[in-house]
């Protein structure tokens, strides 16, 4: 017997339609964790049940935070192990119909760097998506600096990954596709020691605000605050302009146009990836990331809009110099490529280039014989 058949299928009234929702920023109606479902309302989502009329059955919660859910679940029909990701009822409606054609684009997208997209559901009880991508055994990067010493990865590490990544992007921005959320929390290192890139964001929809704490459900922990404030680190110039914007406004009072105004702020286009991968070499060579000592979500804003990249102390003039470029605060100031990037950065943390100093001492041994 495989291992699929050993699952049995319940009952019909344990079968769920849709996923837990919580409590978010744009509407109130949903108390967290609640099942919007018309089977079984109320009840959590948990170990066994299934999604999606019975095809995926949920193996674990594998990731949860105050806007989404991941399940971890296996695909009765082919018997493999995906991942469900819960996309929320906040959404407006022009949003949602990005969210279909920008799933068009990613599910076109096929790399060994890259997780694959296996398909897109919709809820209609729910006005809910669900996001289906393959499983990937690993870790991600986040949680693997915060397992290293001092949050540091080795320099040949760093090089090697960010490489597979830069190379990614690139592949994904020459068909028109941006990520426009690459942080380390989006980047799975395999068993193998590859990485993959995974959470391609759906148009600009990063909220522009933050969600105010009062308005967290009781089971919210400091740990989804941290996170939420870390994904903001990784935000390029250009994204901040539009979220500064945004964030000056009152989401439930404002009209359609004042949104749609602001929303329109600060492009983004391959050089903002190229500029949040440079903030994750920087975090992997740094420990952390070049605002990380902002408090709270303006003031990261306003230090990368105008202060200057704080060095590493441990590197070279040139790999500094090779950072600072990926992270001009103007795009066009920026390496042309991701692979670009990555290629100087390589050469310049290579012992050869590491520092002048170097470079005299190894003349003056030669030199010297
Ligand atoms: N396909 C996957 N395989 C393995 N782990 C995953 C996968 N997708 C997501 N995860 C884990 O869940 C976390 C959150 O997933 P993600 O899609 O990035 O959600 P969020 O929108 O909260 O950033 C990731 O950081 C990773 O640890
Ligand atoms: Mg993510």
Known sequence: MTESNSYHIPDQDKTIIASGYHKNFRQ?????????????????????????????????ILHENCDVILYKCRDFF??????????????????????IKHFGDIRNLVHPNIATFLTLEKNDAAHEYFLIREYIEGEDLESLLRHSE????????????????????????????????????????????????????FGENELGTQPDQSTYPPCFKEKDHDEMNRKWEYKSP???DRMLALSDLDIFECTDEEW??????????????????????????????PFGNAQGFREIGKKTLNDAIPRIKSLSRASNAVLAKALSKKPEDRYASCQEFMENLETALKPGGLSRWWQNARRMMSFFG
């Open 28 to 60: 109130d109606e949903y108390a967290f964790g609640e099942i919007i479902s018309d089977i079984d309302y109320g009840r959590r989502i948990r170990e066994g049940d299934r999604l999606l009329n019975v095809r995926y059955i949920v193996e674990s």
């Open 150 to 201: 001092n949050e540091r990865l080795p320099i040949p590490e760093t090089v090697r990954l960010l490489r597979q990544v830069a190379e990614a992007l690139d592949y994904a921005h020459d068909r028109g596709v941006l990520h426009r959320a690459v942080r380390c929390s989006n980047i799975i290192v395999t068993s193998n020691g590859d990485a993959k890139l995974i959470d391609f964001l």
């Open 238 to 240: 250009e994204q901040w």
């Open 260 to 289: 749609t105004a602001a929303d329109a702020k600060g492009k983004t286009t391959p050089a903002t990836d190229e500029y949040s991968l440079a903030v994750v070499a920087y975090r992997c060579l740094a420990g952390h990331t």
């Open 78 to 99: 082919t018997d493999s192990i995906v991942v469900i990701k819960a996309i929320g009822p906040w959404l407006r409606e022009n949003e949602k119909e990005g969210i």
